[in-house]
């Protein structure tokens, strides 16, 4: 009987600075007892990435390039699903690098544990070896900076998010693929419709996949500004997608513009309930500040690099900006259409 295959499905659109390491890398997994694919579904890329593929790999049968004419993630996803012809599915980005045995351990901790879908564990590494890019992989792998549950953080276990998953298929098919209305958090939408079917999903520590974050701090507060809009869309078309640490940041950042207006009116109308609520609003800023100060101590005493003091006010910036994107996004009347301009 011919060997299972395992099919990698990568979103690509203008990579053609890293896209041949990272599909060579890949083309050196240790798989024992299936065979491997992988599908570039590129959003029309305008540098040389269809070029590198289509001629560096010419030769090479495992590496397809498929056309992702509306250019985004969740269309890209469905066109892999369709196009692919293996029995399992992984979704890995064109910025990451996986461990050699990634797949196949990914496969074993799926049998063993009878989930749909597996993922390692996921490092983030700084994009250079600047000041700022070290902040940034700080700031976001730090569970003060994305909580304790986020994909940059969460312990091995059953979990309801996996970054960088293999999956079974047949189990995403069931469920209608991804939703497309979704730029962003098609994951997520992902993850809790395949919970909700009564499907399971494992994260293993026992293999990592390396995230290059952004080289700069105002990459960051960008990317935290998108990704809190995301989520106010996300609670549009499937409220149950999110969890309460998506909008953590949403909530200090209302106590801190609540906290003055608050102490205010309580003390022009003399409502002493509403005047100890002000107080209680304006330690927020203070509070979040003492407290990322602890965890950059602590931070400093385990590595010994005095640049990790500098962590609290990056915190503060990236919270707020994520804090701002998702009340920036709530304030929309409706979903965005995908294809507007300035959601790619």
Same mark, same amino acid.
């Given at each position: @009987?011919?060997?299972?295959?395992? *099919?990698?499905? @990568? ?12 599909? %060579? +890398? ?7 007892? $299936? ?8 959003? @029309?890329? /305008? ?21 992702? #004419? ?41 049998? &063993? ?5 597996? +993922?390692?564990? !996921?490092? /983030?590494? #700084?994009?250079?070896? *600047? ?9 976001? &792998? ?7 549950? &986020? ?5 091995? =276990? ?31 939408? @992902? ?18 996949? %390396? ?15 998108? +990704? ?11 409220? %149950? *997608?999110? %969890? ?36 209680? !609003? =304006? ?8 407290? =990322? ?28 900006? $994520? ?12 979903? #965005?259409? #995908? ?6």
């Amino acid at each position: @009987m011919p060997h299972p295959i395992v *099919s990698i499905l @990568m979103p690509t659109y203008n990579e053609g600075a890293t896209i041949e390491d990272v599909v %060579r +890398s890949l083309l050196q997994q240790n798989l024992t007892g $299936y065979g491997l694919e992988i599908l570039i579904i590129d959003g @029309m890329s /305008t540098d040389d990435t269809r070029e590198i593929i289509t001629t560096r790999f010419a030769n090479d049968k495992r590496v397809r390039l498929v056309d992702n #004419p509306q250019r985004f993630t969740p269309h890209a996803a469905n066109i892999g699903l369709f196009e692919a012809n293996g029995d399992y599915i992984c979704f890995f980005g064109a910025h990451g690098y996986y461990d050699p045995e990634y797949i196949q351990i990914c496969l074993e901790e799926m049998e &063993s544990t009878g989930a749909v879908g597996v +993922s390692g564990r !996921l490092e /983030t590494v #700084p994009a250079n070896d *600047s000041l700022q890019a070290q902040l940034v992989a700080w700031a976001i &792998s730090h569970p003060f900076g994305a909580s304790g549950a &986020s994909v940059r953080t969460q312990p091995e =276990g059953f979990a309801d998010t996996i970054p960088y998953p293999v999956f079974r298929k047949q189990a995403l098919l069931e469920i209608g693929g991804y939703n497309e209305t979704l730029v962003r958090n098609q994951d997520n939408d @992902m993850n809790q419709r395949l919970i909700a079917a009564g499907h399971k999903l494992y994260l293993t520590h026992r293999t990592t996949a %390396r995230y290059f974050s952004k080289p700069t701090i105002w990459g960051l507060l960008r990317y935290a500004h998108k +990704s809190g809009w995301w989520n106010a869309i996300s609670l549009k078309v499937n409220w %149950r *997608s999110m %969890r309460l640490r998506h909008h953590v940041p949403t909530l200090f950042v209302l106590s801190v513009l609540a906290w003055l207006p608050v102490l205010k009116l309580g003390k022009l109308l003399h409502w002493k309930l509403a005047i100890v609520k002000g107080r209680i !609003l =304006g330690l927020a800023l203070p509070a979040h500040l003492l407290a =990322g100060a602890t965890f950059a101590w602590n931070e400093y005493k385990k590595t010994g690099r005095l640049a990790t003091l500098l962590l609290p006010p990056v915190w503060l910036a990236f919270h707020f900006a $994520y804090g701002f994107g998702t009340l920036h996004g709530l304030c929309k009347a409706r979903v #965005p259409d #995908p294809d507007a301009e300035g959601q790619r």
